[in-house]
Nanobody
Framework: VQLQAFGGGLVQAGNSLRLSCVVSERSFSRYDMGWFRQAPGKEREFVAAIRWSGGRTYYVDFAKGRFTISRDNAKNTVYLQMNSLKPEDTAVYYC????????????????????WGQGTQVTVSS
């Protein structure tokens, strides 16, 4: 299973970016998906997760109201729409997949995910 994340870039504070993660797996629609990020010198941290059906989502506090996770199972793609970006959102963003049987919802731990993408850099300037 391969995950390819893209869509990062350099933006000014207050602007938006949409990250995409394409998964090379026919059973993608059965995978719970998550987004994490890692800033320089910091540990990787959870951002958001979405159930395999798309029917449930979960966000860490700093993402609530600004970020939206979604998925298109027909395209094997999960998205992270990020609005009102702040300099402290600067990080490498990673997508991750949890295959069945799934962990207990919400799936926030790094070790609960089975597959990881390579990351995409997001830089927010002030």
């Amino acid at each position: 299973v391969q995950l390819q994340a893209f869509g990062g870039g350099l933006v000014q504070a207050g602007n938006s970016l949409r990250l995409s993660c394409v998964v090379s797996e026919r059973s993608f629609s059965r995978y719970d998906m998550g987004w994490f990020r890692q800033a320089p010198g910091k540990e990787r941290e959870f951002v958001a997760a979405i159930r395999w059906s798309g029917g449930r989502t979960y966000y860490v506090d700093f993402a609530k109201g600004r970020f939206t996770i979604s998925r298109d199972n027909a395209k094997n793609t999960v998205y992270l729409q990020m609005n009102s970006l702040k300099p402290e959102d600067t990080a490498v963003y990673y997508c991750a997949a949890d295959r069945p049987p799934w962990g207990s919802w919400p799936i926030k731990g790094l070790d609960e995910y089975d597959y990881w993408g390579q990351g995409t850099q997001v830089t927010v300037s002030s």
